[in-house]
Every structure is written in C-alpha cells, then in structure tokens.
C-alpha cells in the first residue's frame, strides 16, 4: 500500500463559517485487497375547551370511563395537508402523547428547498425496516411465535403525518427480511378510537399471548387495554380480539388522564402474581406504576411507584428487565436472584431521548434502586445519543437473546414526507449484554443475521493519516455498508492545544492535539456534504485519558429546511483498547457503534448531492498533534427482502421450524 500519497486541497471545508479548513492534505490509498392524506381527528374549539376542562379540574377520584351508548365512528375521509398550515404545537402534543413533528421547522410553510423525486426516493433505506409508504413510530408488542419474529408497529395508512394511529404487523424469519401482513389492531372502539397506542407482549408460560395497549377514547383519556391472538395456532397471528371488557386500567387517584401510558411486558413475581409497570408524571417527576394481576383483566396498583426520578416529566415506553452480570446470553423478563442486574428505561417525553440505568430490583416491595444515584435514570446514560426514540425489547428464546428495537424520527418537515410518501423507520434490532468490563453499562450490537446481507469486502491495513487530513478509501458504491474500523494515536510530541473543551459539541472542527479523527460518511467527491463520525480524546487534569464518540451532521445536507446538530457522549476506552467504531450505512441512515456498543448513535441525514454513485467514505484526522493509524474492513451490503406477505398464500402457511 502506498503510503505516501500525493495530496490535494480540501478547500471545500471553508464552504461554511463554522468549518475552518483542513491542511492541504488528501489522498487514496489503494486497497490491500478486495474481499401525513390521512385520517386525522381535527380538534374543534369546543373539543379544545372540554379536553382543557377535564384537565385543568380532574377531580380527586379516578377518571370515570362508562361505556357511551353508541361507539363513535371513525372517519375515513383522506385530508390532503397540501393547503393545512403547520400546528402550532407539534403534532401528537394537543392528544396528549409526545411531539410527531419537529418544533424546530415549525415556521415553514412549504417545500423550502428544492428537492427532487431523485433526492427523495434516495433517501428510502434498504434493509431497515419501514412500511410501504406513510407515516410510522413506535415499534409495539415484538415477539417470537411458531418460527417467526412478529414486530407491530405504530402506523398511520393514510398519510406521511402522524394520525389516526393503527397497528401495522409483520413477520420475519430472521430480522432482517420482512412480510408486511393486515393491521393487528384499528382504532374502531370507544376505549380506543383516537388511537390504538404503545404496548407490549406477554408470553404465559402455556404459551398464551397477551397484548396490553394503551388506547386513547371518545373522551381523550389515556386507558391500557387488553388483547390476544384470536387463534394461537395461527404463525402468522393474523387476527386479534380486543377484550370486550375494554379498558382494563383507568388513570388512579393523582394520575392525569393523559399522562398515563405505555404497559410493559409483564413479569412473573416470587408469589406467582404477574407485574407490569406504566410509565406517568407526579409533581414533575418521572415515575413507574407497578400493579399486579393473575388473569390480565383485573389489576391491583401498589403502593409504591417501582421507581421515580424528580425533574425528569413523563415517561413513555418503559421498559425494564434482566440483565446477567457474567453472561453471554438475554434473559427472560421473569428472571431474578443472584449475578442479574435490572435496567430501567424510559422515553423522556420533555427531551425527546431514551434514558436508562443499571440497578436491582427488590421482589419483596416491588421497588428498584439505582447501582449510582448520580447517574439515574434521566440523569446519566442513553441507549442512543443520536436520532432514537420509543424503543422496546424482547426476549428471543431461540436465539436466548434480549432484542431491542427503536424509532428512528425525521428532521425534515411534515411537507416534505408527504412528498416523499413516508416517515420514519425502525433501526436494525440490537442485542443487549451487560457490559463486564466496565461494570457500568450495556452493549448494544445489531444481531447478527444482518451479516447475511454482506456482499465483497475491502481491506485497508495501516492507513497512516496525518493531522489535518482525509483519505479517501476506493470502495465503489457507498451507499449499504458495514464498516470496522479500528485506530491507534502516535504522538508527534508537539505541545497540546485546546484541551480544555472536549466534548462533542463543538463539532468535527473543534480541532485539538488528540483529536477528532474518525470516518465521513456519506461525502461527495468534493466534501460539500458529510456526515463525519469521530472520537475525541482528550487529556484529563489527572493525567488520564477522556474520550467521546460524536456524529456531526452540520454539513451532512445543503437542505436548509432540515434539522442537523451534534450528537455523541463519552465512551469508556479500557487499557489496551485501540479506539474502535462499527457502522451500517443504510443511505440516509447511518448507526454507529463505538467499542463493542458502549456508546452508540443514530443520524438521520438528508442529503442533495453525496447521493446514489455520488457517495463516498473517508478517513479523516484533524487533530493537531497525533498521526492516526487505520485498519478496516468494509463489506457492501445486499437489500433485505422486505414485502406484502402473498395474501393468496396465507391459508397455507404452516409452522416452521426455528432456526
């Protein structure tokens, strides 16, 4: 490998006047080897007042749910929002769940910049999973049953905005290729008609499903409501009754009628009663209802909250289970005793992100502290640190694995989702380990049936990149990757600069004696777009080592009606280490995961010209005192398989055997 190329200017940092430039250093090594119309309930001015009205003057005692006389139809007329201007409020926020539109584009009223059908049709992934066409968020109840993996999902079929909130269905064999089937659940009840919301799946040890959801009704309160298979031997689940005795847990006594949602997978406590746990809002903290039930139908709420955090508001999505200490393997949501940890997750409506913390459950009281109060649930880490919401696990008992899926959202404008058709898509589903080295954490690694989509693979051994350079690695098509990288920092003994801001926030051109050196992503040619993901270490007063792992989407689009920003946290580097990231590379996805998924991060990138054989990958290193090192190993990555199921065939789907 010629390690001493020739080298051009990369003036094209100085396009953007937070960007300083880079020195006049580039090259390409050769490689070793190849290897929203929709439905949508509009809110009248005396609906507005009454639902402010219920709010304002909700009495001490429980929300009153009787059953109105006659169930109120659902519309069906598609509404065009090409003449609708934009909500006042994010959308979702006047129904009583989390923000579905981006606050911060709230002041276009249009198209801004001009896409094209070419620009938009580029965006739409390859092997994530996302519905046909419209609107989707949360991902709802997945399981696995008679050979597949079932994953429902929050969906709106008539539009690319959120609304009218059904539960789209499919199936896998493997995670990675998908069947689309018929809708689960429609809001068509009074328990449920503005929205059959977030639940989750419970396993009974006959092997009965149960499926608690929460509904928004008539009335716009928040109930959990139940549902199950209508015929259990049926792989595919196709059809599903909704308990007539709908709902089946009410908001109690100090709880607001819609600050009360999202029922977990259930768990099996020592006095063979099962546990579920809802996520709401007292006084400004974030709490978890915990009731106990032995049939799904009848519920008593504990006395105390499993847990609270002060200042953190509402939490969506809860999620909580086992993880072992010393393992390789998930566990069931059932288990507990010695060598097991419990997380605690929760989706932080005020903040948009999914938080979580290590700590133990005690069975006797049914509460759960954290290992370190100062990193509380709320307060320390995050599954995602970049474009990730809504996530929810499972337990795989093939495979013994605990599976997590998430909600990647959109930073354009509602507008331009209707132009497209689509909105939002789920991440490749990870597995979850507890993290034994550093005994703080988890590690998140996608599961391992996407290596089935690998193609060729090129090798780069030893790039050396010196400070203030990129490299551009000669990879053909860069637009469905899986990249290894790993790196190691040789001091050029010069005196340190900048070491004082750390962090990510400054962005790639923070430049600093360690760092950032990483990769761009998604580039053009002329580096007029970019999407670099880095590490930044910094020294420490102690004499220490601090890193951050960062994703800069400043430059990833010249779209000017997109929301980028800085993400990335601190990720532990052990002694020994080398610093070492993987990415899947999905068109306008990129998921980064840093050493061994400590640390990981989601962007969502828009962009106008690194696009279909336009894209490009580089190495990058603009630290000013080290010469960074690079190994890699990239594999093109095929397109999953990701279709209707044959409707025509369905009578004759039998049982599979698992894998």
Not at 18 to 35: A, E, F, I
Not at 216 to 223: C, E, K, S
Not at 261 to 282: C, E, H, M, N, Q
Not at 447 to 463: C, H, I, K
Request: proline residues 7%; aromatic residues 12%.
């Amino acid at each position: 490998m010629d390690t001493n190329p020739s080298h051009t200017s990369i003036s094209h940092y100085e396009h953007s006047s937070y960007y300083s430039p880079l020195p006049d250093h580039s090259s390409q090594p050769s490689p070793r080897r190849p290897l929203k119309g929709f439905v949508v309930i509009f809110v009248s001015a005396i609906f507005l007042m009454s639902l402010v009205t219920l709010i304002i003057i909700q009495s001490p005692e429980p929300a009153s749910l009787e059953k109105p006389e006659k169930d109120r139809p659902l519309s069906t007329k598609p509404t065009s929002f090409y003449n609708i201007s934009t909500p006042e409020v994010p959308r979702g926020v006047a129904e009583g769940v989390s923000a579905k539109s981006n606050p911060s584009l709230s002041g276009h009223h249009g198209v801004s910049y001009n896409w094209t059908n070419a620009m938009l049709s580029w965006q739409r992934t390859a092997y994530h999973f996302q519905p046909q066409k419209n609107w989707m968020n949360d991902p709802d109840g997945p399981l696995y049953h008679m050979g597949w993996y079932h994953l429902f999902y929050q969906y709106n079929p008539d539009s690319a905005v959120w609304g009218n909130i059904t539960w789209g269905h499919a199936v896998s064999r493997d995670l990675i290729h998908w069947l689309y089937l018929p809708f689960a659940m429609v809001p068509d009840q009074w328990y449920d008609i503005n929205g059959v919301w977030t639940g989750s799946a419970t396993i009974l040890p006959d092997g009965k499903i149960v499926m608690l959801y929460t509904g928004d009704t008539v009335d716009a309160v928040q109930v959990q409501n139940l549902a199950y298979p209508a015929n259990l031997s049926d792989p595919l689940l196709l059809d599903w009754v909704k308990y007539p005795d709908n709902p089946v847990l009410i908001p109690p006594v100090g709880i607001a009628i819609d600050e009360y949602r999202d029922p977990t997978t259930a768990w099996l406590g020592p006095d063979g009663k099962w546990r579920v746990t809802i996520g709401s809002k007292v006084n400004g903290a974030g709490v978890s209802l915990v009731y106990t039930t032995t049939n799904f139908t009848t519920f008593d709420l504990l006395p105390n909250y499993l847990h609270e955090v002060p200042g953190t508001g509402m939490w969506e999505c809860v999620d909580f289970y086992p993880v072992a200490i010393n393992g390789s393997t998930g566990l069931d949501t059932s288990v507990n005793g010695p060598g097991i940890k419990h997380l605690l997750k929760a989706s932080l409506d005020d903040t948009k992100i999914d938080v979580y913390a290590l700590g133990t459950y005690f069975a006797n009281n049914d509460t759960w502290a954290p290992d370190n109060l100062a990193e509380d649930v709320g307060l320390g880490l995050k599954y995602d640190y970049g474009r990730y919401y809504a996530s929810k696990t499972f337990y795989d008992p093939v495979k013994e694995r605990r599976v997590l899926w998430g909600w990647i959202n959109e930073t354009d404008t509602e507008y331009e989702d209707l132009e497209k058709g689509w909105a939002s898509l789920q991440t490749i589903p990870r597995t979850v380990l507890f993290d034994n080295k550093t005994g703080t954490n988890i590690l998140q690694w996608p599961v391992e049936e996407v290596e089935s989509l690998r193609l060729n693979s090129t090798d780069f051994e030893g790039v050396v990149v010196e400070p203030g350079s990129v490299v551009e690695l000669n990879i053909g098509t860069a637009t469905q990757l899986d990249i290894f990288a790993d790196f190691e920092i040789e001091s050029l003994g010069l005196e340190e600069t900048n070491e004082a801001n750390g962090g990510c926030r400054g962005g790639v051109v923070d430049r600093s004696s360690l760092g950032p050196f990483g990769l761009l992503v998604i580039a053009d040619e002329t580096l007029s777009e970019l999407t670099p993901i880095y590490f930044r270490p910094t020294n420490t007063s102690d004499g220490g080592l601090k890193t951050y792992f960062c994703a800069d989407e400043r430059r990833s689009s010249k779209a000017n009606d997109v929301f980028n920003q800085v993400y990335g946290s601190q990720v532990p580097v052990l002694e020994g280490e080398k610093f070492s990231m993987r990415l899947l590379v999905d068109h306008s996805i990129v998921e980064s995961f840093a050493q061994g998924g400590r640390t990981v991060i989601t962007s969502r990138v828009y962009p106008t010209e690194a696009i279909y054989g336009a894209a490009r990958v580089f190495l990058f290193n603009n630290a000013t005192g080290v010469n960074v090192k690079a190994t890699l190993k990239i594999w093109q990555l095929n397109s999953a398989f990701i279709h209707p199921f044959p409707l025509d065939q369905i009578d004759t789907v039998k049982p599979l055997q698992p894998f």
